[in-house]
């Protein structure tokens, strides 16, 4: 089975910090996605990464930025949280191009004080 | 608005069927996916059916598609108190070549005795 693991499943940071999170995938897949979710708004894209190196802004990319060093690792940076950034982030994989499933970590919930 | 819609809650009693809805725009869309997010977790592919067929069994979940309306379903039949989660439904478009899905707002399920 695909697993996709989140390194934290609750975060609580201060205004202004630089916070990490990070998701590691096992299966070798080429895409990896970090979207958030917040009651009503269903799931928004944040950025997403087709290979190592890359990224791509996804639909709400202001205020964070991605780091993908190794394949499978995607990291998602605040650069200076602000608590309209709490919420809950979930991270996602699938392999290849074209229509392929993602599959999600158990997601982290990050608050900010 | 949504590119993908569904409406935002259902009850059901135990043992009755439950039938969620959704519309989706991209009639290019090659793969549309049922999702399901239980409370405090990440999202579980549930099943998935290509756009080429009307309809898809697996088990209690039936799928069905209508591609000229652009309607998409998930009927589960004998529905149980651990069926009550958020489901998602989500299209892959066929323009994007880098596996990003269009995701719903998510319909609440709620399981009564």
């Known amino acids: 089975d695909v697993k996709v693991t989140q390194s934290s499943r609750y975060l609580v940071k201060r205004t202004g910090e630089k916070v990490f999170l990070e998701c590691v995938q096992d299966m070798d897949h080429e895409n990896m996605f970090w979207y958030r979710q917040d009651p009503g708004l269903g799931l928004r894209l944040i950025y997403f990464?087709?290979?190592?190196?890359?990224?791509e802004k996804g639909d709400i990319p202001e205020g964070y930025s991605v780091s993908r060093e190794k394949k499978e690792r995607f990291s998602l940076i605040l650069e200076s949280a602000s608590t309209n950034q709490t919420s809950m982030y979930l991270c996602?994989?699938?392999?290849?191009?074209?229509?392929?499933?993602?599959?999600f970590g158990d997601g982290t919930r990050l608050s900010i004080l | 608005g949504e590119d993908v819609e569904q409406s935002l809650f259902l009850s059901v009693r135990e043992g009755d069927s439950s039938v969620i809805n959704c519309t989706y725009t991209?009639?290019?869309?090659?793969?549309l996916y049922w999702y399901k997010q239980e409370p405090g977790a990440g999202l579980q592919l549930l099943t998935y059916i290509f756009s080429n067929m009307d309809m898809k069994q697996d088990q209690r979940l039936t799928v069905l598609l209508n591609k000229k309306d652009k309607h998409l379903s998930l009927r589960i039949a004998d529905t149980q108190t651990g069926d009550s989660a958020i489901y998602f439904c989500a299209e892959s478009p066929q323009t994007d070549s880098w596996g990003k899905l269009q995701f719903g707002a998510g319909t609440q399920v709620v399981v009564t005795p």
């Open positions: 991209d009639s290019s869309s090659t793969y």
């Open positions: 996602a994989s699938s392999h290849g191009q074209g229509a392929q499933p993602q599959h």
């Open positions: 990464s087709y290979d190592v190196k890359m990224k």
